[in-house]
């Protein structure tokens, strides 16, 4: 049986990344063949430095382009086409290793709501479930003045 999770944020420079890296690492340790898959990219494949990186300490062996689904543009040209051909690639991909980390995109494109809508709405058709990761960078509690 196959397993897999997506690794998603509701904002950009969450530490997703190195969230990524981390499941990655761990995953390693307990399986022969852990792959990546990013169902959205920005850019070519070879050019997506987040999947180049997370590629590098994967245990499976895969290309980048054998680990995208789709770019930005297919998104907005046609969602629903796009989200078949992710769905569709993942399967390819997931049939080849003993676990995926799936990760979600990085909020370069579009509006932040939409793109994470987006990401659990892809999640919820590979069947992954989410980690969500949220940044510590924020704003900080008030503390009282009494």
């Known amino acids: 049986m196959n397993a897999s999770v997506y690794v998603a ?12 890296l981390g499941l990655l690492d761990a995953l390693n340790r307990s399986h022969a063949k852990v792959g990546v898959y990013r169902p ?27 680990a995208v689904g789709v770019t930005y543009d297919d998104v907005h040209n046609d969602p629903d086409a796009a989200l078949s051909r992710i769905v569709e690639r993942f399967h390819e991909l997931e049939r080849r290793c003993d676990v995926v980390v799936v990760v979600g995109s990085d909020f370069t494109d579009v509006a932040s709501p939409t793109e994470f809508a987006f990401n659990a709405h892809i999640a919820a058709n590979l069947g992954s479930p989410v980690l969500l990761v949220v940044g510590a960078d924020g704003p900080r509690p008030r503390t009282s003045s009494r």
């Open 9 to 20: 944020s509701p904002v950009g420079h969450s530490g997703k990344s190195a969230v990524v």
């Open 40 to 66: 959205v990219t920005a850019s070519t494949p070879e050019q997506d430095t987040v999947l180049l990186t997370a590629l590098a300490s994967a245990s499976a062996d895969l290309t980048p382009a054998e």
